[in-house]
């Protein structure tokens, strides 16, 4: 049977990706050894590390006055680094509230200087949704303003920019790679792996040069220190060099799937099929407001909650794994990500339309 896994994170990585590395597991390119088994400074694993950076340079289209580093601590990791990091002159910086993530995010770093949340969400009727940009009050003076474009446990996606000259530090984590983004306007962006990049253990910070040198506060932790980790080519300590090789395959079937451009389009039609689907449907809704909806998570409440479990029971019996919604959400969520093929979307449909008809 063939299985389609919609996890929200580690989530889903291609096939090809997971034969390739099957494939390849104990005796890398005839090293005699697991790539997991090299060192991270040798020549061989030094050659994975820079074409893995420099295909994710080619997909991204990432400016040569960026940095690209190789992190530890996953995105939460990055809540503690950005304010360590950023915060300079005033100590102030701007965080845009849009779901839960964002929240968490404002919360770390409210720890290391004067963090001004701005709640972004509204209502429109019945929908969840967000402020237009015009009316995000942000301050000029602030070192930077943060955002979350997606927002995995809330199912919120938003494109729009904030309008500020301050520099834009974005978490990418569950949106990164899935369609094309100008880098240049970001001053920096950071996503955990686990999503659409490869293996969880890997964060990926891509940075403005200018910002490295930053920091008011000089006592970052050395494994945080963005300007270290770039000196160091990202090997001040052991990367996680296994996550780092996986994510280099990831980018590789990036290029061969056309690149960013054919993702936007296979995520878009994605997205739309099976949203579609929910609003006609008078036994599922999804709450947020079309205008917002996420490409990536998608989440869904059932005419009856008292259903949810069985819901999710019968799903992993036909092959659709990892269901359940968020606890702070509910319902179900069924997350997308570049490896969701099309025939995974259409199953889920199909089981939707099957569990409706025995139970609606
Ligand atoms: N930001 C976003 C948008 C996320 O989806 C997640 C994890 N799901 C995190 C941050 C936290 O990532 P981690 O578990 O790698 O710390």
């Known amino acids: 049977m063939t299985t389609y896994n919609f996890c929200a994170g580690p989530a889903m990585l291609p096939a090809e990706v997971m034969q390739q590395a099957q494939a390849e597991f104990i005796n890398w390119q005839q090293h005699g050894c697991s790539v997991m088994e090299l060192s991270h400074r040798s020549k061989a694993f030094m050659a994975v590390a820079e074409q893995a950076e420099q295909d994710l340079r080619d997909l991204l289209c990432i400016p ?66 967000l402020q237009h940009p015009s009316e995000w009050a942000l301050n000029p003076k602030a070192d930077y303003v943060h955002f979350c474009p997606n927002e995995t446990v809330d199912g919120l996606e938003f494109t729009d920019l904030p309008d500020t000259e301050v520099p834009l530090v974005a978490d990418l984590s569950s949106t990164i790679l899935s369609r094309p983004i100008d880098v240049s306007r970001f001053g920096l ?10 293996p969880s253990g890997l964060t990926l910070v891509i940075v403005r040069e200018d910002l490295l040198e930053r920091a008011a506060n000089k006592a970052i932790p050395a494994i945080m220190d963005y300007a270290l980790t770039a000196k160091n080519d990202s090997m001040f300590n052991t990367p996680p060099t296994f996550a780092w090789y996986l994510a280099g395959l990831v980018f590789q079937w990036l290029k061969q799937q056309g690149g960013l451009d054919a993702m936007a389009k296979h995520n878009q039609t994605k997205a739309e099929r099976l949203y579609q689907y929910i609003d006609r449907s008078a036994f599922y809704r999804n709450d947020v407001d079309p205008a917002v909806r996420s490409w990536m998570n998608v989440p869904f409440m059932l005419a009856d909650d008292a259903l949810n479990d069985r819901f999710v029971k019968e799903a992993e019996v036909a092959g659709l794994l990892a269901l359940k919604g968020h606890r702070l959400v509910g319902g179900m969520r069924a997350s997308i990500y570049n490896a969701m093929p099309l025939a995974g979307v259409d199953a889920l449909i199909a089981f939707m339309q099957d569990f409706e008809r025995s139970h609606g």
């Open 189 to 198: 962006i950071y996503a955990g792996a686990q999503k659409n990049i490869g």
């Open 64 to 129: 040569d006055h960026y940095k690209v580093l190789f992190m530890h601590g996953g995105g939460r990791g990055q809540f503690s680094a950005v304010p360590l990091n950023l915060l300079s002159q005033t100590g102030e910086a701007d965080y845009l509230v849009s779901g839960s993530w964002s929240q968490a995010a404002a919360e770390e770093a409210a720890k290391f200087g004067r963090i001004r949340s701005l709640d972004i969400r509204q209502r429109v009727g019945e929908l969840r949704s």
